[in-house]
Nanobody, 114 residues
Framework: QVQLVESGGGLVQPGGSLRLSCAAS????????MGWYRQAPGKQRELVAT??????TNYADSVKGRFTISRANAKNVYLQMNSLKPEDTAVYYC?????????WGQGTQVTVSS
C-alpha cells in the first residue's frame, strides 16, 4: 500500500519560514509527479506546487517567489516556505500522482499568526 507522511508544519509569525517534508513508501513507478496542496477552513483544496520526475516545477500564483518545491528522489519531496502570510494558514497535503492514481498524505497544519 502506498503511503505518504508529511512533517514540518507548525505555528510561525508572519514573515517567517517553514520547511515541509514528505516521504512516500510502497511500490510504484519512479516516473511520477509529486506536489503540495492546501486547504483552509471553509475553502476548497488548492494546488500549491508540483514537481515532475525530471525536475520541472509549477507554482500557484499566490506563492511564486516565496515557496520552493524540490525532491531528493522519486519518494521524497520538500516545500520551503518563506515570507509566510496569514493567508497561507491551511492544512498542507503531500500528493503523489501516477498515471491512473492519486495518493495523499494525512496533512500537516501550518498556522501563520502573531
Amino acid at each position: 500500500q502506498v503511503q505518504l507522511v508529511e512533517s514540518g508544519g507548525g505555528l510561525v509569525q508572519p514573515g517567517g519560514s517553514l520547511r515541509l517534508s514528505c516521504a512516500a513508501s510502497g511500490s510504484f513507478v519512479n516516473s511520477n509527479i509529486m506536489g503540495w496542496y492546501r486547504q483552509a477552513p471553509g475553502k476548497q483544496r488548492e494546488l500549491v506546487a508540483t514537481i515532475t520526475a525530471g525536475g520541472t516545477t509549477n507554482y500557484a500564483d499566490s506563492v511564486k517567489g516565496r515557496f520552493t518545491i524540490s525532491r531528493a528522489n522519486a519518494k521524497n519531496v520538500y516545500l520551503q516556505m518563506n515570507s509566510l502570510k496569514p493567508e497561507d494558514t491551511a492544512v498542507y497535503y503531500c500528493n503523489l500522482r501516477l498515471t491512473f492514481s492519486n495518493y495523499w498524505g494525512q496533512g500537516t497544519q501550518v498556522t501563520v499568526s502573531s
